[in-house]
């Protein structure tokens, strides 16, 4: 669980620095959006990624497993109606050969592995993944990152 977490924690501040909001899509599609600039840190605590402000004050928390999307958006909007939100679709997951991306144009892909390390960049909608090792990974695409599962 820590090297997901670790991985996590260098999208995140990587991502951060292009993006003024961050969104956070739950499981039940609730969506929840955060000024970047008032976050001091991302901690991870336990099975928990926790926004602590500047001051060291919570701003906000979610239980890891209930994330099922966090993007970035250079918007400075208060409302999440006015964020700008692409679907991507990343199938088939499981795949073996072949991830293909719908919902993109031609865009970097970057594959981490749960350590957080860059394992593959592609531009296009559609990734060759026949050379990873079964196991999960995250494909960073733009300013959403989606897990998916090589065989």
């Known amino acids: 669980m820590k ?50 402000d ?14 099922r999307k966090i993007t970035f958006s250079a918007t400075s909007s208060t409302s999440v109606e006015n964020v700008e939100s692409q679907t991507i679709v990343v199938y088939p997951n499981p795949t073996q050969d072949i991830l293909y991306i719908k919902g993109i144009e031609s865009q970097p892909l970057r594959v981490y592995d749960l350590q957080g390390r860059v394992l593959q960049v592609e531009n296009g909608n559609q990734l060759t993944v026949s ?19 090589k065989q």
Do not use: P
């Not at 969506?31 to 600039?37: G, R, V």
């Open 54 to 67: 500047k001051s060291g004050l919570l701003l906000a928390s979610e239980q890891i497993a209930n994330i």
């Open 131 to 149: 050379n990873l090792s079964s196991g999960t990974y995250l494909l960073q695409i733009g300013t959403q990152v989606v897990r998916f599962i």
């Open 3 to 52: 090297s997901r977490l670790t991985l996590f924690f260098a999208i995140l501040c990587s991502l951060q620095m292009m993006a003024t909001s961050l969104v956070v899509q739950t499981s039940d599609g609730a969506q929840q959006l955060h000024d970047i600039a008032l976050i001091g840190k991302w901690v991870f605590v336990g099975e928990e990624l926790q926004l602590i």
